[in-house]
């Protein structure tokens, strides 16, 4: 009875190692230019190095990219994809690799020849920036990831999109 009611705390270490990663390219042509369309993900390589195994790890992520086709000369706009996976279990000592969702990016160069009616420059690239990884278990975080990107290191991950299983509690 006294077990049940007092549980083993889990002392939690994780490391989390991105690898992001292409893994589609398209490319068409119009008169005046050439497009590149490309996919790319990250590859999470998570080991646990936490006293216990962790069964329904929650892998919550944010990956951010800028818009080279807007505003060249200007800030650049960041888009934000957001995504989660569970991991059911992790076992002590062990690790798992997660792949994100896709982001898409685009590519685009002038043909010679040709301008922009804004002056922008005649080479248009859309960026993966960085990512940024929140890991939850029972509703509490328990390990995270920061990007050393200027764009991941100014976002913010408000406090009201914490885990899955804590908002359905609430």
Do not use: C
């Not at 009611?5 to 398209?26: L, T």
């Not at 190095?49 to 892998?59: I, P």
């Not at 690239?125 to 290191?153: A, P, Q, S, T």
Request: glycine residues 8%.
């Amino acid at each position: 009875k006294w077990i049940a009611e007092n549980p083993v705390q889990i002392r939690y270490a994780f490391e989390i190692k991105p690898a992001k990663k292409r893994v589609d390219k398209r490319k068409r042509e119009t008169i005046s230019e050439e497009i590149t369309e490309e996919d790319w993900v990250y590859v999470l390589g998570i080991s646990n190095r936490s006293s216990a195994d962790v069964s329904e790890l929650d892998v919550q992520y944010r990956i951010y990219t800028t818009d080279g086709q807007v505003g060249n000369k200007e800030k650049k706009p960041v888009r934000t994809a957001k995504g989660s996976e569970t991991v059911p279990l992790l076992e002590k000592s062990r690790g798992v690799e997660v792949t994100t969702k896709s982001v898409s990016i685009t590519l685009s160069d002038l043909n010679g020849g040709y301008y922009y009616p804004d002056g922008s420059d005649d080479k248009k690239y859309d960026r993966v920036e960085g990512i940024w990884v929140k890991l939850f278990h029972k509703g509490n975080k328990v390990g995270e990831y920061r990007g050393n990107d200027v764009i991941v290191k100014k976002a913010a991950w408000p406090d009201s999109e914490k885990s899955r299983s804590s908002s359905s509690s609430e």
